[in-house]
């Protein structure tokens, strides 16, 4: 004789909850897709915000070049430099310039001692595609007569 396989019929009852599966799952999506798109608007603000502050640091490094060359034009100790000057293959400061102005010389006088007044300004401006950063430095200087 063989032996008779039993099969059990297992009847189910109707489900109460209906598509509720669903719901959550859609619900589940929803939010993660949410969060997908918080995750990377945060994350490309965070990039302009590094952009910003490397070009921020280029032009007060071109701002910087331009106090300088003033100061050493004002003093006669040489820079050839014009007022205006674009930086061309100097590394780190690529698409970057200054400006600068020396104000018209004050004499003071104090008792006996005459001193001579001035002000240096400079801007720096670094430029990467749209984005334009300037940054301006200004510095007195008294000299003594």
């Given at each position: 004789?063989?032996?008779?396989?039993?099969?059990?019929?297992?009847?189910?009852?109707?489900?109460?909850?209906?598509?509720?599966?669903?719901?959550?799952?859609?619900?589940?999506?929803?939010?993660?897709?949410?969060?997908?798109?918080?995750?990377?608007?945060?994350?490309?603000?965070?990039?302009?915000?590094?952009?910003?502050?490397?070009?921020?640091?280029?032009?007060?490094?071109?701002?910087?070049?331009?106090?300088?060359?003033?100061?050493?034009?004002?003093?006669?100790?040489?820079?050839?430099?014009?007022?205006?000057?674009?930086?061309?293959?100097?590394?780190?400061?690529?698409?970057?310039?200054?400006?600068?102005?020396?104000?018209?010389?004050?004499?003071?006088?104090?008792?006996?001692?005459?001193?001579?007044?001035?002000?240096?300004?400079?801007?720096?401006?670094?430029?990467?595609?749209?984005?334009i950063?300037?940054?301006?430095?200004y510095?007195?200087?008294?000299?003594?007569s």
């Amino acid at each position: 004789m063989c032996p008779r396989s039993h099969y059990v019929n297992i009847t189910t009852k109707p489900s109460t909850q209906r598509g509720s599966m669903l719901i959550i799952a859609l619900f589940v999506i929803i939010v993660l897709g949410l969060l997908g798109l918080t995750m990377t608007r945060l994350l490309s603000s965070s990039s302009e915000a590094i952009i910003h502050e490397v070009l921020g640091q280029r032009a007060l490094n071109a701002a910087r070049a331009g106090i300088n060359c003033a100061v050493a034009k004002q003093l006669g100790t040489g820079c050839v430099n014009p007022s205006i000057k674009t930086f061309i293959g100097v590394a780190g400061l690529e698409n970057c310039s200054y400006e600068y102005e020396i104000s018209t010389p004050r004499s003071i006088v104090d008792e006996s001692k005459k001193f001579t007044y001035w002000t240096f300004n400079s801007t720096g401006q670094c430029r990467v595609g749209n984005t334009i950063v300037t940054r301006s430095i200004y510095i007195d200087t008294i000299e003594a007569s």
